[in-house]
Each structure stands twice: as C-alpha cells, then as structure tokens.
C-alpha cells in the first residue's frame, strides 16, 4: 500500500496514467499525486488551464490533458515533486521524461545516469538530454532524460553513480565503451556483426580477440538469446596480426625485416 511503502500500486498509477491516444501525440505531464493534501501550486502555476480548479484546496490535481502541452513548468512547481512530463514521440525507440531533481551537483547536459524506478531500482542506462535550473528558490530543477520508449512510465527518478560502468572500454583498438554497445542494442542492433560494422568494434589489430566475447556476453543479457546459438562474427583474413615481412616473403619477394 502507498500509505506505508511510499510506492504506488498498479491500481492507483491507472488512474492518473495518460491514455495511449494521448501519449501519441506529444508531451504530456503525469501527475502521479495520490493524497489529499492542502496543496495547489501545480494549478496556479498552469498557465494553459491544463490542471482542473481545485473546488477544495485538499483536492487531488485532476488534468486535462488535451489542454497539456508538456511545457513542465508544473514540474519545477511542485513541491512533492509528484510531476513528470513524458513524450513518447521524441524518437522511434526513446522517449523523453522530464523528472524534477533536488540534489547536487547537477547532471552535465549530453552524459548519462542510470535511470531508476519508483523504488529507486536502476532499470536503464539514460541520457541527458537537457537540464534547466531557473536558480529560484522556490523551483525544483527539471533534468530530461531520454530513455527507452518501454520504460518512459518506469523511469520516475535518477543516479549520478554509473551503475551499468559504461565507460568501461570494451573495444580497446577502436576505443568502444559498454555503454555505447548497451546503446546499439537498444537501437535493435542484435547480432555481433550488426554492432561490428556500426562501432567498428572487432575491426582492429587484435580481430576482436577481446572484444568479441564481450559484446557477445551483453547480447545475452540483453537480447535473452544463449551465446552458443549466437552467429558468429564474420572473420576476414588476416585472422591475427603478422608480419609484413611473411606477406612479403609469401610472394616471392624474398626476406624482410620489417
């Protein structure tokens, strides 16, 4: 129950959760406020009348959504920071969350945190796509994140702390991190050689010696697929680093030290 777990149930985010229509056609704020408390400033801040007049300030905020535009002042207003503005059409596989956030330092615009749910669980890998921080004192914060579209009514908060390590350089010949891997799969890039020709990680001095097996590992975590029935890479000679000097000799060029 909310009362004592501070989470919200299924039943009561069906409630205030944005119809599938809606959500296709734009931003749109989630008000995720399911106590009646003596609170209005999401309403007066409103400037497009989207949030219904409360008849009792105890009242629960009701939204008309047709009316939203997903501009997120609400968000910054809010002071249980119960906000969130989620626009499913940002992109063909990410959708964008604005979440109100009160800590220090901020996020830097163009990295990545891990984005957590409701309990506070990481459940992705997100990136910053915007921050804005009007310095009022009376306004929270409101950093966009763009996450995975399937997870845009998950991702309610986040970390600075790079839960998934994903500076962790996979690729060493070609300088491909974890996180770039992570990010091509999400794209719906599935097999080794997908990721190969688009990071050109495995094309360098070692053929993948290293990388191979990683890459591999993440695909199985993330795609569920077993490494035994994964296709393997294509291999191109040649197949390990030699020298000049054999090419050379292997053509009748006589001996060479190089």
Same mark, same amino acid.
């Given at each position: 129950?909310?009362?004592?777990?501070?989470?919200?149930?299924?039943?009561?985010?069906?409630?205030?959760?944005?119809?599938?229509?809606?959500?296709?056609?734009?931003?749109?704020?989630?008000?995720?406020?399911?106590?009646?408390?003596?609170?209005?400033?999401?309403?007066?801040?409103?400037?497009?009348?989207?949030?219904?007049?409360?008849?009792?300030?105890?009242?629960?905020?009701?939204?008309?959504?047709?009316?939203?535009?997903?501009?997120?002042?609400?968000?910054?207003?809010?002071?249980?920071?119960?906000?969130?503005?989620?626009?499913?059409?940002?992109?063909?596989?990410?959708?964008?969350?604005?979440?109100?956030?009160?800590?220090?330092?901020?996020?830097?615009?163009?990295?990545?945190?891990?984005?957590?749910?409701?309990?506070?669980?990481?459940?992705?890998?997100?990136?910053?796509?915007?921050?804005?921080?009007?310095?009022?004192?009376?306004?929270?914060?409101?950093?966009?994140?763009?996450?995975?579209?399937?997870?845009?009514?998950?991702?309610?908060?986040?970390?600075?702390?790079?839960?998934?390590?994903?500076?962790?350089?996979?690729?060493?010949?070609?300088?491909?991190?974890?996180?770039?891997?992570?990010?091509?799969? %999400?794209?719906?890039?599935?097999? @080794?050689?997908?990721?190969?020709? =688009? /990071?050109?990680? #495995?094309? *360098?001095? $070692?053929?993948?010696?290293?990388?191979?097996?990683?890459?591999?590992?993440?695909?199985?975590?993330?795609?569920?697929?077993?490494?035994?029935?994964?296709?393997?890479?294509?291999? %191109?000679?040649?197949?390990?680093? @030699?020298?000049?000097?054999?090419? =050379? /000799?292997?053509? #009748?060029? *006589?001996? $060479?030290?190089?």
């Amino acid at each position: 129950m909310l009362e004592k777990t501070g989470v919200a149930t299924q039943e009561d985010l069906a409630l205030v959760m944005p119809s599938k229509e809606r959500l296709a056609k734009g931003a749109v704020a989630v008000i995720e406020c399911f106590q009646r408390i003596p609170c209005n400033p999401c309403y007066t801040s409103c400037k497009r009348g989207a949030i219904i007049e409360f008849k009792d300030i105890n009242d629960r905020p009701i939204i008309n959504a047709d009316k939203c535009n997903g501009c997120g002042i609400c968000v910054s207003n809010c002071p249980g920071l119960a906000i969130v503005v989620v626009d499913e059409t940002y992109s063909d596989t990410e959708a964008l969350v604005k979440i109100p956030y009160e800590f220090l330092p901020l996020p830097q615009e163009g990295g990545y945190v891990t984005g957590l749910d409701r309990e506070g669980k990481p459940v992705c890998r997100a990136k910053v796509v915007k921050v804005l921080n009007t310095k009022a004192q009376d306004r929270t914060p409101v950093v966009s994140l763009a996450v995975p579209k399937e997870l845009s009514m998950v991702v309610r908060c986040m970390s600075l702390d790079d839960f998934y390590s994903d500076n962790t350089m996979v690729c060493r010949c070609e300088e491909v991190t974890l996180g770039e891997v992570r990010e091509l799969i %999400r794209k719906g890039y599935h097999t @080794i050689d997908e990721i190969k020709r =688009i /990071s050109r990680a #495995g094309m *360098g001095p $070692c053929q993948g010696r290293t990388c191979r097996q990683l890459i591999m590992q993440e695909l199985a975590r993330a795609t569920n697929q077993k490494m035994s029935e994964m296709p393997m890479s294509t291999f %191109r000679p040649p197949a390990k680093p @030699i020298k000049l000097g054999a090419v =050379i /000799s292997s053509l #009748g060029g *006589g001996e $060479c030290n190089e």
